[in-house]
């Protein structure tokens, strides 16, 4: 047990060490202090305020519109779509690192931008860099792991069968159960595991998809490339197009405020202080979910079973037809509409600049731009439609398809990948702030019956 704590111990203060010289951990530093008291301003302001109020068919319906979560990094607005710190997706490719003659933003730069607001400088940027690639190596213990799942699991379950076999290594449960970390420690040790888990997840999902779907046959890390660069070439694509899809993809997902699934599951879970690979895995698993991470294969499955049955070059009217056709049938069409947003997804747009640069003569990616022209207009015939634009889903597995994968299910471990960005930021802010476990209210009919029916004394 003695032996135990010594190395445990001589593990954090080496990794202290270390990122103490990370230029991120520095600016951190500087800044955790400085928002601690701007967020005790805004509860001594505005603490008492309301900001919305509730109905039954709120609490009911999956609490649309409820706003009733503290989530710093990003906001989702019905127009404008999502922001990151504040800016919007044009702005994040405008002003992001790429890498060399690419159009693509750099996640390295975003998650910089997540944790501190401020875009990094190029010296901030390659120190992320850097550290990444230092933190990202996989002990043969890791790689025999992932190599011993049953080929017949699903690629999710596996990425979130490993992030709990890393928790081994996790310093703030380690520190934790030893009793050697204070509150105010407490972001320390999950930017550590968080850093350690960003590092490692590209080489984790690779290594699953090469497992499962190409006989284990492992590539080995090209440490020269950039970390969305060098997941696509452990994948097994090479091609600077397929790096750079990869790159804008990784970015563009990494965040949605914190109300969606995987973002909400990671954040009620870390707020247990569960450390980052126990809350991410939980994040994983409700990804997974198909009312969430599924929707990009729909899109793609609908499209290609319209390319089927109505052949080449299909004629606007027979795709007005198809669409009045599945909605008669009471399904909805995969990829148009979203739970909060009212316009055309800004992330749809940024994959479909991408096509438009570099994609020619593909019939499926033509007929998504179609559909992007014809579909909304038929939805806007039909009066329970509230948005009838395309999101994220109508384009991105159709990227991916073309540049040849045709795993589906490995799809969501992509989206994965891209999220723990936004969902490893939060977690670090989240133990800054000293925000406390997450226990909402819960009712029940009666309780309804009680409070608002005509007989106020049912039993």
């Given at each position: 047990?003695?032996?135990?704590?010594?190395?445990?111990?001589?593990?954090?203060?080496?990794?202290?060490?270390?990122?103490?010289?990370?230029?991120?951990?520095?600016?951190?530093?500087?800044?955790?202090?400085?928002?601690?008291?701007?967020?005790?301003?805004?509860?001594?302001?505005?603490?008492?305020?309301?900001?919305?109020?509730?109905?039954?068919?709120?609490?009911?319906?999956?609490?649309?519109?409820?706003?009733?979560?503290?989530?710093?990094?990003?906001?989702?607005?019905?127009?404008?779509?999502?922001?990151?710190?504040?800016?919007?997706?044009?702005?994040?490719?405008?002003?992001?690192?790429?890498?060399?003659?690419?159009?693509?933003?750099?996640?390295?730069?975003?998650?910089?931008?997540?944790?501190?607001?401020?875009?990094?400088?190029?010296?901030?940027?390659?120190?992320?860099?850097?550290?990444?690639?230092?933190?990202?190596?996989?002990?043969?213990?890791?790689?025999?792991?992932?190599?011993?799942?049953?080929?017949?699991?699903?690629?999710?379950?596996?990425?979130?069968?490993?992030?709990?076999?890393?928790?081994?290594?996790?310093?703030?449960?380690?520190?934790?159960?030893?009793?050697?970390?204070?509150?105010?420690?407490?972001?320390?040790?999950?930017?550590?595991?968080?850093?350690?888990?960003?590092?490692?997840?590209?080489?984790?999902?690779?290594?699953?998809?090469?497992?499962?779907?190409?006989?284990?046959?492992?590539?080995?890390?090209?440490?020269?490339?950039?970390?969305?660069?060098?997941?696509?070439?452990?994948?097994?694509?090479?091609?600077?197009?397929?790096?750079?899809?990869l790159r804008g993809y990784l970015s563009i997902h990494a965040d949605h405020e914190g109300g969606n699934v995987s973002a909400?599951?990671?954040?009620?879970?870390?707020?247990?202080?569960?450390?980052?690979?126990?809350?991410?895995?939980?994040?994983?698993?409700?990804?997974?979910?198909p009312l969430h991470g599924l929707a990009n294969q729909e899109v793609l499955k609908w499209l290609l079973e319209m390319r089927?049955?109505?052949?080449?070059?299909?004629?606007?009217?027979?795709?007005?037809?198809?669409?009045?056709?599945?909605?008669?049938?009471?399904?909805?069409?995969?990829?148009?509409?979203?739970?909060?947003?009212?316009?055309?997804?800004?992330?749809?747009?940024?994959?479909?600049?991408?096509?438009?640069?570099?994609?020619?003569?593909?019939?499926?990616?033509?007929?998504?731009?179609?559909?992007?022209?014809?579909?909304?207009?038929?939805?806007?015939?039909?009066?329970?439609?509230?948005?009838?634009?395309?999101?994220?889903?109508?384009?991105?597995?159709?990227?991916?398809?073309?540049?040849?994968?045709?795993?589906?299910?490995?799809?969501?471990?992509?989206?994965?990948?891209?999220?723990?960005?936004?969902?490893?930021?939060?977690?670090?802010?989240?133990?800054?702030?000293?925000?406390?476990?997450?226990?909402?209210?819960?009712?029940?009919?009666?309780?309804?019956?009680?409070?608002?029916?005509?007989?106020?004394?049912?039993?």
């Open positions: 047990m003695h032996s135990k704590q010594i190395s445990v111990a001589q593990l954090f203060y080496r990794s202290l060490y270390n990122s103490s010289h990370g230029l991120l951990k520095q600016r951190m530093r500087e800044l955790v202090p400085v928002k601690q008291a701007l967020l005790r301003d805004v509860r001594k302001r505005y603490g008492s305020k309301e900001i919305c109020k509730v109905t039954v068919d709120q609490a009911i319906g999956g609490m649309r519109n409820v706003f009733a979560l503290f989530y710093d990094a990003s906001l989702l607005d019905a127009k404008t779509g999502i922001t990151m710190r504040d800016y919007n997706i044009p702005e994040l490719q405008e002003y992001l690192q790429k890498a060399e003659n690419g159009h693509e933003p750099l996640p390295e730069a975003l998650f910089w931008l997540l944790c501190t607001g401020d875009f990094p400088s190029e010296q901030e940027f390659a120190d992320v860099q850097q550290e990444w690639k230092q933190r990202g190596q996989l002990d043969s213990q890791t790689q025999n792991f992932i190599l011993s799942l049953p080929k017949s699991a699903h690629p999710m379950t596996m990425l979130s069968q490993t992030l709990l076999y890393l928790q081994k290594d996790s310093l703030f449960q380690q520190a934790y159960d030893q009793g050697k970390v204070s509150k105010p420690q407490y972001w320390e040790y999950f930017y550590e595991d968080a850093m350690d888990l960003l590092a490692k997840i590209p080489r984790v999902a690779a290594l699953i998809y090469r497992h499962k779907y190409k006989n284990g046959e492992i590539i080995s890390a090209n440490e020269s490339l950039d970390w969305a660069g060098n997941y696509a070439h452990m994948l097994g694509y090479n091609k600077f197009e397929v790096r750079e899809c909400h599951t990671t954040h009620l879970v870390g707020s247990a202080l569960a450390d980052p690979y126990l809350s991410y895995s939980a994040g994983v698993n409700g990804l997974a979910g089927e049955e109505l052949g080449e070059n299909i004629s606007n009217e027979k795709i007005q037809d198809y669409v009045l056709t599945t909605i008669r049938e009471g399904k909805v069409i995969p990829g148009y509409g979203h739970a909060v947003l009212r316009y055309t997804d800004p992330r749809f747009i940024h994959q479909k600049d991408f096509a438009a640069r570099h994609i020619k003569d593909d019939p499926l990616v033509d007929l998504v731009r179609q559909c992007y022209h014809v579909i909304p207009p038929v939805l806007k015939t039909i009066g329970k439609i509230q948005n009838p634009w395309p999101n994220v889903d109508a384009h991105s597995g159709v990227l991916l398809y073309h540049y040849g994968m045709r795993e589906f299910q490995y799809y969501t471990v992509v989206f994965a990948v891209s999220r723990a960005l936004g969902c490893m930021a939060n977690l670090i802010w989240s133990r800054a702030f000293g925000l406390p476990i997450e226990r909402p209210g819960s009712i029940t009919m009666r309780w309804i019956e009680e409070k608002f029916g005509e007989n106020q004394n049912l039993k």
